[in-house]
């Protein structure tokens, strides 16, 4: 997948006039968001069952390693074969070693971010095996090669025309049609044929179970039951924060996932694997293999700050609630992984330098926070990246802003300190400003500030500002009592 | 209500932005004060509370504003403040800014119980609902993000709005999404705010309220200065500016 | 040691070193939950609360006394869907019912996992040949409509999940209120864990296209369940 991170205003100001995009992003995430306000309430208590996510979370961060050497004992003992990669390159040698081995012509994939994250349907095709995304939206966008537009649904922004031209070109699909159910039907039809012979299945993982060694997945579609089902060989790859202590644990999670995604009770399938199959089962995987993949975890594990980042549990429930996300949709967000999760963890991953608008193309208004069954605090972390760009940080890969910019600042912070400063600054700048102001309004101010002008009004600056009328305020005084004291009305 | 002794002093923080575009705001802050009984200081040596540096990622200069005023506000027994941004930068940012620094810590956090936001200000700690406000017409609430997100107040200026004669209220579709101000984001994010602006002025509008009443200075600018160039017919106003029945807001 | 063994454990403890240096970070207390409401409902309120669940996701549920009246169910289903060809499990539900004698007196041929002797046979039957899946399930849950199948030699995995119509026998004594009840009979003793274990809502489902929901994806399109008892 391409990273195009850096050109979120350009694709942001492309896809903001996309009337179409921009009419279903006005529908579908405040009815996703409308859903899980009532699904939630099948908790007696949902304060508490968000609490309680978050709480699990925060264990699972606390304890990581331990919990993933229990889950990998775990596993293990099951039959399961776990290996670890500490970066996208060696888990996509894992994959392609594992897939030479067993001479898998193709291989079948269920939804996984990771590996989008680790480009491996890249170095898959260059193999010469085929990638099949398997879940209807992935398999759409991965046709059509775009990135995904939402975490939930990658291709549901893409109009029914373009996905009937799609299938009758590359899925086979001979009669044409604008149905979504004909559609999802050519799909299925097409997607089963791989289904049926394939060698290798390639899944993510939702969760991990620490306790028992058993990984869990959610899905609606039935394609990651039929990557675990048919194929001989089962590959499953799980970036390390996927770790969850117990198996009650997961049913919790497994509640707040299905509520926060899809405003669903839960999702139609759950599959959880403990090992490879059974001796006597006649379907199957015979070899289970679990990659945990690192790929920059373990340095953002290192930040206590940041490693809250490694709660997250890719519900998408920010995304559904995101107004920044409302009007551009996934694709400005340049790689794997949008919305405000995406403007958390991307950074981490890429580097500062190279994720500059994705923590500072938010107003802070902490929807996602709220709803945030992981309780990751998205916009104490845009401050933090936004502190650490400014201050050059070493590690974050902090780029420092333009000198003209830090001077502003600085300059401006000794006024705030010293109020003699600031009101002369007041002084200043009043006249400079109110040029172009009309009765006591300014529609523009030349080339300063086109973005606000170009829509908005300004007042102008107050002939006299607050402090400048203070002494007359004072004065006026009802209670005659200068010091401000609060005395009986 | 927590109870307060009879002869606490009144603080007032007034916002940068108030101070220099809306100062009205301001006045109409002192004036509604002073008619439910409290007559507040002002510390004229008082300037921004750091914001605008903050959200820029500008923490060392954010830091000299945050000691600024702690130090101007350290010996008031209450602060009140028209902007509920600028008392959440108070409460939850100035003891992150300062945690490095036990003293400054220990002051910012002390500092945090004793600041609040105008509504809140008057409704709970006051205990009053009743403020001699009045309005012929219909009006709707607009939920600032860090007012209602940030500080948890929502109940408290509805109220406040209710209680004034003549009033219906109404409610305002999408209420709690974000106008698109967010500081700096609407010049150097023009392009996404504007968008975010010109839905909340369609949920105005299609509120059928005469007026849109709120508690965010940042806000009002941001609402306001579109409704002044594409529906210069309809107004938004701050809620001291409404409860004073001074008028113009924005 | 193969190279590709040295490489894995070294990464291995070259991550979970790193992870183990840093210091261990806050948690959070967890906050006392109020029980699902459904945990309180008795037998017949949890079977009417399964039906309410699964019909809304439009699983098509009826009920039945006893085995040969579910028998006679099927009976029906099969004539209703034409069905000429099922699969079925050979699980502790299915397996009484004797279903092959079944099919055989009227003309369905009823396959088994028993009668394929290499994984390749069995996979085509059930993806090409099969029109239905017939299996039992391990415990239904009221909470949300759900079955929970543990899956073995006796149920195959592909039998609910290939054909394009699954029809699952549900045993009323193994109806529980919520997930927990389930997992913690399945996962509770630690030696003996299932290898694979699926819990079903309803038939297979996406809105990939267009945000359209609709039921019938990979999985089956339909999902007819028969309570017993």
């Known amino acids: 997948m391409e990273i195009r991170t850096t050109l979120f205003n350009e694709i942001a100001g492309k896809e903001i006039r996309n009337t179409y995009a921009r009419a279903f992003l006005k529908a579908m995430p405040a009815a996703i968001a409308a859903r899980r306000e009532a699904v939630m309430s099948s908790f007696p208590d949902p304060d508490a069952a968000q609490a309680c996510g978050q709480a699990i979370r925060a264990e699972v961060v606390a304890r990581l390693p331990e919990l993933l050497e229990q889950f990998e004992q775990n596993a293990v003992a099951r039959g399961a074969k776990v290996l670890w990669a500490r970066d996208a390159h060696e888990a996509n040698g894992i994959v392609l070693a594992i897939a030479r081995e067993r001479k898998a012509p193709y291989v079948t994939k269920g939804k996984s971010m990771v590996t989008e994250e680790m480009g491996l349907n890249d170095v898959l095709v260059e193999e010469g095996i085929e990638p099949f995304e398997t879940d209807l939206g992935e398999f759409i966008a991965q046709q059509l090669k775009r990135p995904p537009f939402h975490i939930v649904g990658p291709a549901i922004n893409i109009p029914v025309e373009e996905v009937c031209d799609l299938f009758m070109e590359k899925a086979g699909m001979e009669e044409p049609t604008t149905d979504p159910v004909e559609l999802g039907y050519a799909a299925r039809l097409f997607l089963r044929n791989k289904f049926h012979h394939v060698a290798l299945g390639v899944t993510g993982v939702n969760m991990a179970v620490a306790e028992t060694g058993t990984i869990v997945n959610l899905e609606n579609e039935g394609n990651i039951r039929f990557n675990k089902s048919s194929p001989r060989t089962q590959v499953s790859i799980m970036s390390i924060e996927k770790v969850v202590p117990t198996m009650a644990d997961a049913m919790h999670l497994t509640r707040l996932l299905s509520r926060n995604c899809t405003g669903q009770a839960i999702s139609a399938y759950v599959s959880m694997d403990s090992g490879p199959k059974g001796g006597g089962e006649i379907d199957g995987p015979e070899e289970l293999f679990i990659i945990i993949v690192d790929n920059g975890r373990s340095e953002i594990y290192a930040d206590p700050t940041a490693r809250q980042a490694l709660r997250c549990i890719r519900c998408g429930g920010c995304l559904n609630l995101c107004p920044v996300y409302a009007k551009i949709g996934g694709y400005p967000y340049g790689w794997a992984y949008s919305g405000p999760m995406g403007q958390v963890l991307t950074p981490l991953l890429l580097g500062l330098d190279r994720a500059q608008d994705l923590y500072r193309a938010c107003t802070l208004c902490g929807s996602c926070r709220e709803v945030c069954p992981a309780g990751i605090d998205h916009p104490s972390l845009f401050l933090y990246y936004r502190a650490k760009d400014v201050e050059g940080d070493r590690r974050l890969r902090g780029k420092r802003r333009p000198w003209k910019e830090f001077g502003f600042f600085d300059l401006w912070s000794r006024a705030v300190a010293h109020s003699t400063l600031w009101n002369l600054g007041v002084r200043l700048v009043r006249p400079f400003v109110n040029r172009y102001s009309r009765g006591g309004v300014i529609t523009t101010m030349g080339k300063y500030f086109e973005g606000w002008f170009r829509t908005r009004n300004l007042p102008a600056i107050a002939e006299k500002t607050f402090h400048e009328r203070w002494k007359r305020l004072r004065r006026d005084t009802v209670s005659g009592d200068p010091d401000g004291r609060r005395g009986e009305p | 209500m927590i109870r307060w002794g009879s002869m606490e002093k009144v603080s007032l923080f007034i916002p940068c932005i108030v101070d220099l575009f809306l100062p009205e705001i301001g006045e109409a802050t002192v004036h509604l004060l002073r008619r439910v009984g409290v007559d507040p200081l002002y510390h004229e040596a008082q300037t921004c509370c750091g914001q605008p540096a903050m959200n820029a990622g500008y923490r060392e200069q954010a830091k000299r504003a945050a000691k600024h005023f702690i130090d101007l506000f350290g010996d008031d027994d209450v602060i009140v403040s028209p902007s509920g941004s600028c008392v959440y930068m108070v409460k939850h940012h100035y003891p992150q800014l300062l945690r490095d620094d036990p003293v400054w810590l220990r002051r910012a956090e002390e500092l945090s119980g004793r600041i609040f936001e105008l509504s809140q200000y008057i409704v709970d700690i006051l205990g009053v609902e009743e403020v001699g406000a009045s309005f012929e017409g219909t009006v709707t609430y607009h939920e600032s993000c860090h007012i209602l997100r940030g500080l948890g107040v929502s109940d408290q200026p509805k109220r406040l709005i209710r209680r004034a004669e003549g009033v219906e209220f109404v409610p305002l579709p999408l209420a709690d999404m974000c106008c698109g101000f967010g500081g700096e984001f609407a010049e150097t994010y023009d392009y996404i705010s504007e968008e975010m602006v010109k839905e909340k002025v369609e949920s105005y509008l299609e509120s059928g309220a005469d007026l849109l009443v709120l508690c965010e200075p940042g806000c009002l600018l941001n609402i306001d200065g579109y409704l002044s160039r594409n529906h210069p017919e309809k107004k938004a106003l701050h809620i001291a500016a409404f409860l004073a029945g001074t008028g113009r807001g924005g | ?229």
Not at chain 3, 42 to 47: A, F, G, K, N, T
Request: aromatic share 4%.
């Open chain 3, 1 to 229: 040691m193969s190279k590709e063994k040295t490489v894995g454990h070294s990464a291995r403890d070259e991550i979970l070193g790193k992870l183990k240096r840093i210091p261990k970070g806050a948690m959070l207390p967890r906050p006392a939950m109020p029980p699902l409401r459904e945990i309180s409902l008795d037998r017949e309120q949890m079977v009417a609360t399964f039906i309410e669940k699964l019909t809304r996701e439009e699983g098509v549920v009826c009920r039945v006394s006893d085995g040969s009246e579910a028998v006679a169910r099927l009976t029906e289903i099969a004539a209703q869907e034409d069905l000429r060809k099922v699969m079925v499990s050979t699980d502790t539900v299915i397996a009484p019912l004797g279903l092959p004698v079944w099919g055989r007196e009227r003309g369905i041929t009823v396959l088994t996992p028993g009668d394929f002797s290499t994984r390749d046979s069995f996979r085509d039957a059930v993806f090409d040949e099969v029109q239905a899946g017939i299996t039992g399930v391990n415990y239904a849950v009221a909470e949300s409509g759900t079955i929970v199948i543990v899956h073995d030699a006796h149920q195959p995995r592909l039998v609910s999940l290939a054909p394009i119509l699954h029809i699952a026998l549900i045993p009323t004594t193994r109806i529980v209120p919520t997930y927990e009840q389930a997992v913690e009979a399945i996962y509770g003793d630690t030696k003996d864990i299932p290898s694979h274990v699926t819990f079903t809502t309803g038939p297979s489902m996406t809105a990939d296209i267009m945000g359209k929901p609709f039921k019938g994806m990979h999985g089956p399109r339909r999902l007819m369940v028969i309570l017993i008892g």
